[in-house]
């Protein structure tokens, strides 16, 4: 018997406690012996939970008991489940999470403690919910030179943006009917705000560079400022928006020493037509695209949040450490940081909304353009580039009224 503690006892938690009582038969088997939850922390008690006797409130019953070998933590935040994690790791408990601001914090300082204790600390659920994106850039994209990774990565601006397009409403209308769905939080700033795609885009870029990409580096734009017009003039192009996390290798690094190797990562919306892989991803699912040197193009789809699709994520993280206990999986994240070029240097193309009374001087500033015809009377409306970030910061200087404007991908 291999026996386990939950950390946070909230939705996934408590997912991670269902997925093991529904499927113990598999799980059983395949970690090769029987997974047992002793222990549950949470501050609160569950009267009438069927687990409610495990229930502890002290993390120290855990860490001091020697039968406990894996730890779910799924607390999320940073303390106190960054104490937690490095008292059990430094016990040799493995820990699985689902806290993507935690590994994107701490990530390799967390892998060398778990290396230096001969233990794992897996975070599969990290990043896509249920989504199996990190075991793959860990072990099954081992022989690829991975050069890009673009993804939808967070649920709730994904199903807002959908059904925005769809029902042809504004941000604010569509953001409350997913609060009241349950889709987006009471506070959605993390979400709508780019700030949990980020952390998401900075672990993939860590596993894909083998560095440390700190999220502080990753320029980051939300959907707050996309409005039903934006939807459009997408639609009268045959395009959709989409909020997309990248991380792009730079080409120009030298291929032997590595030298000036750079990236390029962000998060923003963009519009994209039907060509681009992306471009079906409704709803809250999610999506990674990958492109690596040998085998070109890949692409993992599923649901990127949820209770049990987390949950079963943690599980396979768990089954994965029993199968490993006293051994490390190796995982290529150094603690070197990796360089994240300006964003200003990143050259693409624009979509642009000026006022009609500018249109004259659009012509001298960007050169020839391509026309988009006009939603609004007082607008006009143009595809630009492709220039680089700075040099359509400097153009755009010159209109005395507001410019709207959209990358595309
Ligand atoms: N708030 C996140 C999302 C949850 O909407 O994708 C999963 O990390």
Sequence with gaps: MIQIAVIGYGTVGSGVVEVIGKNTQEINKKAAEEVYVKYILDLRDFPGDPYEDRVVHDIDILLNDPEIKIICETMGGIRPAYDFTKQALSRGISVCTSNKE??????PELLRIAREHNCNYLFEASVGGGIPI????NYSLTAEKIDSIVGILNGTTNFILSKMETDGADFGTVLKEAQEKGYAERNPEADVEGYDACRKIAILSSLMTGKNVRFEDIYTE???????ADFKY???MGMTIKLLAIGTMVPDADPVSKEGEKLYACVAPFMIDQNHPLYFVHDVFNAVYVHGNMLGDSMYYGRGAGKLPTASAVVADVVDCARHIGKTIMCFWDSENMEV??????VGRFFVRVAAAEAGQVKSLFGSVTEVE???????AFICGPLSEAEFATKVEAFTQPVKRIRLA
Excluded: K, Q, Y
């Design 102 to 107: 935690l590994v994107a914090s701490h990530g």
């Design 134 to 137: 990190i075991r793959p850039l």
């Design 222 to 228: 939300g959907i707050t400022g996309i409005t039903a």
């Design 234 to 236: 997408a639609a009268a």
């Design 341 to 346: 070029a300006p964003m200003d240097d990143r």
């Design 374 to 380: 006009a939603m609004e009377d007082s607008e006009f």
